[in-house]
C-alpha cells in the first residue's frame, strides 16, 4: 500500500522573488526516474514539506507542458511559508503531489477564456494560461484581468510583459490606487471586471484571488449574465492530509483538497457558505 | 458463524492472560473512577459494568503517532547544504481490545469507510486495523444520554466486532462474528455456550427496551435544510458551547487530526495527533482568514459531519454512534441528540437528504 | 428561596438586557445546563437548586459587546469581582442576580455514591438530604458528601457582588483555616511521592483543553501556549511532559487570579483534579502577598503590579 503521508525529496533548482513578500520556487524531484515519469494536470496542488517545520499547500503554477521543473509560489505568511522563504537554491524539501482535481480543459475547448486573478491568485490561472498559450489553437479569446495592491505586487512580471506583447492575449492590468510610474488601469478588480463587462457569449471565466475579491468578482460575472456553469474559481484552505480525511478543508460534503480545489460557481451553490 | 463459546467468568483472567501471550490486549480499566483501555495486567482493575469514559479509538488511532521520522546530515561535498533521510514509521503488533461497547466497535466502521475502504487508504490505520482484533461486550445496561437504537444500532450491533460477547449468569456467551473472532475463541478457557444463547438473547433485547429514543420522530433523524442553515438557531442552541474538544475526542467516531512537524537539532518528526472542529485553530488559516470563525460556524458543520456530509457520501449512514460522551461529558451538557431533534425535518418522510437539501 | 422570585427578576431584568443567563434543566435528572434567555417566554424554563453547578459568569467576556444579565452563586460572583479588577468587563452591562447558596452537588461524586448506577430521579431537602433514586434502590445522602470540596469550606455562600440578590443572605459556617486544610495535607506527601500522582492522573490527560474552556480566569483565548505553533512552545505529543506543561503554565498563570470556582475540574472528562494545583498556588499567593482573588473589586491581582519591596518577600529586600 502507497503511504500518502510520504513525500518525495527535491531539490530547489531556482528562486525567483516575484514580489516583496512572495518567491517562486522551481524544484525537481532528486530521483531523475520520478520527474521523466511525473504526471499532472492545471490547477493540481502539492504539499511541500520544510523538514522539521511542516507541510503546506501550494498550486503547481508551472504547466504539465512544460516538465523541466515544477514551480509553486509562496507568499511569506505563516510558519512553513515563513521558512520556505529561508530557503536557498540548492536545499532539499519535499513534495507530496498531484493532489486534488484540476481545471476542465477539455470542456472549455473552442471557448473564450476569461481569467480574472488578483495578488497571488494568478498562481493557479497561470498553469492554465501557459497550458493554454501552449495549445493555443485549442482556445478562441483569451482575456487576463490581473490586479494587485500596487505594481510591484504583481506577479510573475516576465509572463505579463510576455503576455502583453502577444496579439492573441488580451491582458489588462489594474493596481488600487495611483502609484508612481505607473500609467495603465487603477482600481479593484472587480470594478475593472465591470468597466471591461466581457460577453458572456460562449465564455468561460475563471477567477481566483483573496476570498473577498472571489465574492465580488463572482457576484458581478453573474451582473454580466455569466451562468453559474460559465464560473469557474479554485479555493484555498487550511489543509493538512490532503488526501480528503483530516477535516479542515471541507466545505459540506466536498473536501477542497481532494474534490476541490477547482469548482464551478453551480457547484459553489449546493454547498454551505462556509468560504 | 453461529458455534458460540462460553467463558466462564473466574476463567476470564486466565483467557486475557492467553491472549496477551499472542497479542497485545487492551482491556478496559477503571482508576480513580475513570474507565479507559489500557494494556492488560494481570491485576488490572477490569472495569465492565459501565463503558469507558474515553473509546477504544485510543488503540487503533492513537491520541499521537509518528507517521515520518527525518534524519539530516551535512552533504559531504557541499558542507553548506542539508541531506534529508525519510523513513516510515510502521510497525503494528497483534492487538485484541477487550470489551470494546458494540457502539465503540461500530465506531471503527465508520473510520474504515474513509480511511481503509477509500481510493486512497491510510496505511497507519488499516496496518492496526487489520492486526486488531475486537471483542465486543453487549451493553449490560443503559447509561445517561446514550440513544443508540435512534442512530439505527443496538447495545448488541456486532457490526464492528470480530466477536460479541455477552453477559449470563456465571460467565460470558462469546459468538464470533468474523473469521478472525473465530480463531481468538479457539481456546481452553472457551467451552460450549449454546446453552446460555436464549439467555443471552433475552438480555439483549431486556437492555435494547431501555434505550431512550431522544426524537420525536421514528427513525433515523432527518434534518431540515432550511433549519439547518438558519443561523440564528445555532447560536441560541450553541451559546453554552466552551468550544473545547471533549465531544471530539470522546467521540468513536469523530477521526479528524492535525500533522505537525517537531524538530530536534539532527532529526525530526512528523506527528499526526487528534485535533478537534471545535478548536477556532483547526481550519485557521496563515492569512488570518477563518472560514469557520466561530463556535456556532463549528458545532454546525460537527453535526453536519455526522448527519449530513458523511451519510451523503456513504449510503446514509450516519456517523454517530449513538454512544451519548458527547453529552455526558460535556461540562455544559449540550446536547446532540437534542440538537438534532429540533433540526429534524417534520415534514418530511423518511428520505436521504443531500447537504443542499436535494434527495439523495 | 422559590424559584417564581427568581423568574420575576428575570422578567424585570430581561427589559433592561439583552440576554439573562440562567440554568434550565439539563438531559437528564441530574444535570441542569446554562439557559440563554433573550425572550420572555424562556423565563418559565428557569430552574434554581443543587444541581444548579455551572460558573455562569465566565459567559462575561465573550458577550463584553451586550448588556447581559447573569445569575450567580457566592463563588461564581468572585469571577465577577476579578473580571472587574483586570478589566475584563464592563460593569455598567451587566446586571447580576445573586442567589445565596448552601451548596451544590459533585456529578463526580454522586455517581461515586450511587455506585454508577442510572439515576433515575433526585430530590433536595431543605435539611441537607438529597434523595436518589436508582434502578436499584433509593437512597438518602447528606448534601456535603457529594457536594465539590469547594462546598465543603465555602467562605462566600452569599454573591459579594450584586445587584438584586435573591433570598436572605446566608453567612459561611466553615473555619477560615479549613479553606487550604486539604492541600496543605497533601504537601505533607513526599516529593515522590507528590510526583507518582501527578504522573498518574495526567498521563489520563487527552488535551481536550475542556479544563482551560471552562475556566473563567484563561484570558488567552486562541493564542494558547498548549495549541500556539509560532512561538512554539509545547509539541503535539501527548506524552506526560506536554501534558505538564501545559498544565503548569495553565496554573502559573492563574497564579493569584483563580477565583477557585472548581469548573477545570469539574469540566474534565477524565476525572484529573486539576483545581487542586491551582488552589496550591493561590495558597503560595496568600501567604507572600496575603491576597485572595476575586473578593473586592478595588484589588489589583499581585502579579498585576509590581512593588521593590514586597512586604512578605524578605529574600527579595534590596539594602
Known amino acids: ?85 529561508e530557503l536557498h537554491e540548492g536545499d532539499q524539501i519535499g513534495v507530496r503531489a498531484p493532489l486534488g482535481n484540476w481545471f476542465p480543459y477539455e470542456e472549455m475547448k473552442g471557448k473564450n477564456i476569461l481569467f480574472i486573478g488578483g495578488g497571488i491568485g494568478l498562481a493557479p490561472l497561470r498553469t492554465l494560461i501557459l497550458f493554454m498559450l501552449d495549445n493555443r489553437k485549442d482556445y478562441e479569446d483569451i482575456t487576463i484581468i490581473y490586479g494587485a495592491r500596487t505594481p510591484p505586487d504583481l506577479c510573475y512580471k516576465d509572463d505579463l510583459k510576455e503576455w502583453e506583447s502577444r496579439p492573441d492575449v488580451n491582458l489588462i492590468l489594474t493596481v488600487d490606487n495611483e502609484y508612481p510610474g505607473w500609467d495603465k488601469r487603477t482600481g479593484f478588480v472587480p470594478t475593472v471586471l465591470n468597466e471591461v463587462a466581457p460577453k458572456p457569449d460562449n465564455t468561460i471565466a475563471i477567477t481566483c484571488g483573496p476570498p473577498i475579491m472571489i465574492k465580488f468578482v463572482l457576484q458581478n460575472l453573474v451582473k454580466l449574465n455569466f451562468k453559474d456553469d460559465q464560473i469557474i474559481t479554485t479555493l484555498e484552505k487550511r489543509m493538512k492530509c490532503g488526501i480528503g480525511i483530516c477535516g479542515r478543508c471541507n466545505i459540506g460534503s466536498k473536501y477542497v483538497c481532494k474534490d476541490g480545489p477547482v469548482f464551478s460557481l453551480a457547484q459553489l451553490k449546493d454547498l454551505p457558505p462556509d468560504l | 458463524m453461529t458455534e458460540l463459546g462460553f467463558l466462564k467468568k473466574e476463567n476470564l483472567v486466565e483467557f486475557l492472560k492467553e491472549l496477551a501471550t499472542k497479542s497485545v490486549v487492551y482491556v478496559p480499566v477503571a482508576d480513580d473512577d475513570v474507565v479507559a483501555f489500557k494494556l492488560f495486567q494481570e491485576n488490572s482493575t477490569i472495569c465492565l459494568d459501565r463503558p469507558a469514559n474515553i473509546p477504544p479509538k485510543t488503540v487503533i488511532f492513537p491520541q499521537y503517532e509518528t507517521l515520518l521520522t527525518f534524519t539530516f546530515s551535512k552533504k559531504e561535498e557541499q558542507p553548506d547544504k542539508i541531506d534529508v533521510k525519510i523513513q516510515e514509521k510502521m510497525d503494528f503488533k497483534d492487538t485484541v481490545i477487550f470489551a470494546a461497547r458494540p457502539c465503540d466497535a461500530k465506531g471503527f466502521t465508520v473510520y474504515d469507510r474513509v480511511y481503509k475502504d477509500s481510493d486512497i487508504p491510510d496505511p497507519y490505520y488499516v496496518g492496526r486495523r487489520e492486526k486488531t482484533v475486537i471483542i465486543g461486550f453487549s451493553c449490560p445496561n443503559v447509561s445517561p444520554g446514550c440513544f443508540c437504537t435512534a442512530v439505527g444500532s443496538t447495545p448488541s450491533d456486532k457490526e464492528g466486532s470480530d466477536i460479541l460477547m455477552t453477559e449470563v449468569s456465571g460467565g460470558f456467551v462469546l459468538e464470533p462474528v468474523t473469521e478472525k473472532g473465530k480463531a481468538v475463541i479457539q481456546s481452553k478457557f472457551i467451552e460450549d455456550g449454546s446453552k446460555y444463547l436464549e439467555e443471552a438473547q433475552k438480555k439483549q433485547e431486556d437492555v435494547k427496551n431501555k434505550v431512550k429514543n431522544p426524537f420525536k420522530k421514528a427513525g433515523k433523524p432527518q434534518i431540515s435544510q432550511e433549519k439547518f442553515n438558519d443561523d440564528s438557531f445555532w447560536e441560541l442552541a450553541l451559546s453554552k458551547c466552551l468550544s473545547c474538544g471533549a465531544c471530539t475526542f470522546l467521540c468513536p467516531t469523530c477521526y479528524c487530526f492535525n500533522i505537525t512537524d517537531e524538530n530536534k537539532i539532527w532529526e525530526a518528526e512528523r506527528l499526526r495527533s487528534w485535533d478537534a472542529c471545535m478548536f477556532p485553530h483547526f481550519t485557521l488559516e496563515a492569512s488570518g482568514h477563518n472560514p469557520r470563525p466561530t463556535k456556532f460556524h463549528r458545532f454546525k458543520n460537527r453535526v453536519g459531519h455526522k448527519f449530513l456530509y458523511y451519510p451523503e457520501k456513504y449510503n446514509g449512514v450516519l456517523a454517530c454512534c449513538g454512544c451519548g460522551r458527547c453529552i455526558r461529558y460535556c461540562p455544559v451538557s449540550v446536547d446532540i441528540s437534542k440538537v438534532v431533534d429540533e433540526l429534524s425535518d417534520t415534514n418530511s418522510e423518511n428520505k436521504t437528504l443531500t447537504s443542499n437539501g436535494g434527495e439523495a | 428561596m422559590s424559584v417564581d422570585k427568581l423568574k420575576d427578576a428575570v422578567k424585570q431584568i430581561l427589559n433592561e438586557v439583552d440576554i439573562v443567563i440562567g440554568y434550565t434543566e439539563g438531559f437528564d435528572k441530574v444535570h441542569a445546563t446554562p439557559l440563554f434567555i433573550n425572550t420572555q417566554d424562556k423565563v418559565d424554563q428557569l430552574i434554581w437548586d443543587q444541581r444548579c453547578v455551572h460558573n455562569l459568569a465566565s459567559y462575561l467576556p465573550s458577550l463584553k459587546r451586550k448588556k447581559v444579565g447573569v445569575i450567580v452563586k457566592g463563588c461564581d460572583s468572585r469571577t465577577i469581582v476579578q473580571y472587574i479588577q483586570e478589566g475584563l468587563i464592563n460593569r455598567e452591562n451587566v446586571k447580576i442576580i445573586g442567589l445565596p447558596c448552601s451548596g451544590v452537588i459533585s456529578l463526580k461524586k454522586l455517581l461515586k455514591a450511587v455506585d454508577f448506577a442510572n439515576i433515575d430521579d433526585i430530590t433536595f431537602e431543605d435539611n441537607g438530604n438529597v434523595n436518589v433514586k436508582t434502578e436499584k434502590e433509593t437512597k438518602t445522602l447528606s448534601l456535603m458528601d457529594i457536594a465539590p470540596d469547594k462546598c465543603k469550606t465555602c467562605q462566600y455562600p452569599t454573591p459579594l457582588i450584586y445587584d438584586i440578590l435573591i433570598g436572605d443572605p446566608i453567612k459561611s459556617d466553615k473555619p477560615k483555616e479549613s479553606v487550604y486544610e486539604d492541600i496543605i495535607e497533601f504537601d505533607k506527601k513526599s516529593l515522590e511521592e507528590k510526583l507518582a500522582y501527578w504522573q498518574k492522573v495526567f498521563d489520563r490527560c487527552i488535551r481536550c483543553y475542556a479544563c482551560r474552556n471552562a475556566c473563567p480566569m484563561c484570558v488567552c483565548q486562541d493564542s494558547c501556549i498548549a495549541e500556539s505553533r509560532e512561538p512554539h512552545w509545547i509539541s503535539q505529543r501527548a506524552t506526560l511532559t506536554e501534558k505538564f506543561m501545559f498544565h503548569l503554565i495553565h496554573t502559573v498563570h492563574l497564579a493569584g487570579r483563580c477565583v477557585e470556582c472548581g469548573e477545570c475540574e469539574r469540566a474534565c472528562p477524565m476525572g484529573i483534579p486539576v483545581n487542586t494545583l491551582k488552589r496550591k498556588i493561590n495558597l503560595e499567593m496568600k501567604e507572600l502577598f496575603d491576597y485572595v482573588p476575586g473578593v473586592n473589586p478595588d484589588d489589583k491581582p499581585p502579579m498585576y503590579t509590581f512593588n521593590v519591596d514586597e512586604l512578605k518577600i524578605k529574600e527579595h529586600k534590596i539594602g
Open chain 1, 1 to 85: 500500500m502507497k503511504n500518502p503521508y510520504l513525500p518525495e525529496l527535491a531539490t530547489i533548482t531556482k528562486i525567483i522573488e516575484e514580489t516583496p513578500n512572495i518567491k517562486s520556487f522551481q524544484v525537481v524531484f532528486n530521483d531523475h526516474e520520478k520527474m521523466k515519469t511525473f504526471k499532472f494536470e492545471p490547477g493540481q496542488v502539492g504539499q511541500l514539506s520544510v523538514f522539521g517545520v511542516g507541510e503546506s499547500t501550494f498550486v503547481i503554477n508551472s504547466p504539465p507542458t512544460r516538465m523541466e521543473y515544477l514551480q509553486f509560489s509562496v507568499m511569506k505568511v505563516g510558519e512553513v511559508t515563513t521558512a520556505l522563504h
